[in-house]
């Protein structure tokens, strides 16, 4: 591939977004590859930002998008109801655990986080528990970056700036088990964290508390965190106990990325309310939804109506993609995809360990996967901040053709992690393409840093 400078011969952009940092040019993109305009061909090992699950230029998606844009673009949900979304609706109630058969249709992640917590409220309302306010979220986490959302959020650098102009949520220690040096098993360690959820409702006051939020698999804050099986059992069995709801942000590991629609699936937890979005609709239009319960939403509607709304609400031309994508994923069994060579994938991934001592953890499930580095693998102590070693890693991938994603891993100050999450259509074939190239990166960057 080439390595031209990308905004070479480019005249000056008028966009602006996180840094003044030029992108090469997209030209065209299809299956798990894109193609910049001067001809170079990358791999997408990240799905984008964890978005992409179908891959690119589907051409059931493409075709169902153009026969609805010969219909109806767009159909104001106060002034009518349009198919595609009471399919799409109908179709994701079928696919939810227990009585969630209510869904609510957004643009994007944070606007399904917003959603959910707005219903929560409003639910306690109806119910006559208006002092229930609080919703207790993890450190490190992200659910958005909305001010409701970001008032969730347990990651310092993005929650900071914008701290006077929001009343931030209570925390408790995400289950961060890999860096703990105790004697405890695994199920032992997760009832501890799940009883840490247990002691903060105590503290605030249970009468206060609203509900509680998490990732089932963590997503860019945690990278790919996933808590031992007794984890999950218990934190709903805590919310039972004391009347919380329990929400599960499944924007970046639901629509089938684990191996399962949700999640949450793997641990037969059923939550109070979920979040959707990212592979949902997988990058063709913005869409996302919130799911749950008649029991929740009936209360609301009977108490005046569920005050909130977007726009873009159940459009129709985003809802048409949201059932081809839905197509893709059942009919060719992509959810299954995603478990078998997600497996592979860690495999590989593990494989890189004995390599490089600088790899200290790899985890998720699925095809939701992250690759911690650390300066010691003894004691996971983290590589110097300063030296933005996962930052790196992500260019020098880059570099050989390789899209990977990272962030920062321990709050946002400290810790590296890169996410490797291609496409759930990827072939073991392809995952050696990957792995391949990312060890490439990986003795490029063991060599900078001195290991």
């Known amino acids: 591939m080439t390595t031209t400078d990308p905004s070479e011969a480019r005249p000056p952009s008028n966009l602006f977004y996180q ?5 090469p040019l997209i030209d065209r993109a299809e299956g798990i590859y894109m193609y910049a305009a001067d001809g170079s061909r990358y791999i997408d090992g990240s799905s984008g930002a964890m978005v992409s699950n179908i891959g690119h230029s589907n051409p059931r998606v493409l075709a169902a998008m153009q026969a609805q844009m010969e219909r109806a673009t767009f159909a104001y949900r106060l002034q009518f109801e349009n198919e595609p979304a009471e399919t799409l609706a109908r179709r994701v109630a079928d696919l939810m655990p227990g009585d969630l058969d209510r869904v609510f249709f957004v643009s994007g992640g944070s606007e399904a986080v917003e959603s959910c917590i707005k219903l ?22 992200y659910h958005g970056s909305t001010l409701g959302a970001l008032a969730l959020t347990g990651y310092t650098p993005m929650v900071a700036p914008f701290a006077p102009m929001m009343e931030e949520m209570p925390k408790i220690p995400a289950p961060l088990c890999h860096l703990d040096s105790d004697d405890l098993t695994p199920e032992q360690r997760g009832i501890r964290y799940a009883d840490m959820l247990d002691a903060e409702i105590r503290r605030l006051g249970p009468e206060t508390v609203l509900a509680f939020i998490m990732e089932p698999v963590g997503g860019a804050a945690t990278g790919a965190l996933v808590a031992p099986d007794s984890y999950y059992p218990r934190v709903r069995e805590i919310c039972d106990h004391h009347g919380v709801l329990l929400i599960h942000d499944e924007v ?32 063709y239009v913005p869409l996302g939804a919130m ?4 029991r929740l939403v009936e209360p609301v509607l009977s108490a005046g109506g569920f005050v909130h709304g977007y726009t873009y609400a159940g459009n129709p031309l985003a809802c048409a993609a949201g059932n081809a994508v839905l197509d893709e994923i059942i009919d060719h069994d992509l959810m299954g995809n995603a478990a078998r060579t997600g497996d592979y994938l860690y495999e590989r991934l593990q494989g890189l ?22 300066a010691d693998r003894m004691t996971m102590v983290p590589l110097p901040p300063e030296r933005m070693a996962a930052a790196r890693l992500t260019e020098l991938a880059f570099e050989r053709g390789l899209i990977i994603y990272w962030r920062r891993s321990r709050g946002g100050a400290l810790g590296d992690h890169v996410l490797v999450c291609p496409p759930l259509i990827v072939s073991r074939e392809q995952v050696d393409d990957i792995t391949d190239r990312l060890a490439d990166a990986l003795a490029a960057l063991t060599h900078e840093l001195g290991h």
């Open 19 to 23: 840094t003044r940092q030029r992108q």
């Open 353 to 374: 360990q004995p390599r490089f001592p600088i790899i200290g953890d790899v985890r998720g499930k699925g095809l939701l996967l992250a690759v911690e580095l650390v």
């Open 120 to 141: 929560a409220r409003q639910y306690a309302l109806a119910m006559g528990e208006a002092q229930r306010y609080r919703v207790i979220s993890r450190y490190p986490s």
């Open 252 to 283: 970046m590991s639901g629509a089938g990325r684990t191996g399962r629609f949700l999640a949450s699936e793997h641990w037969d937890v059923t939550p109070d309310i979920i979040a959707l979005s990212k592979g949902f609709a997988a990058g």
């Open 291 to 294: 799911v749950a319960s008649r």
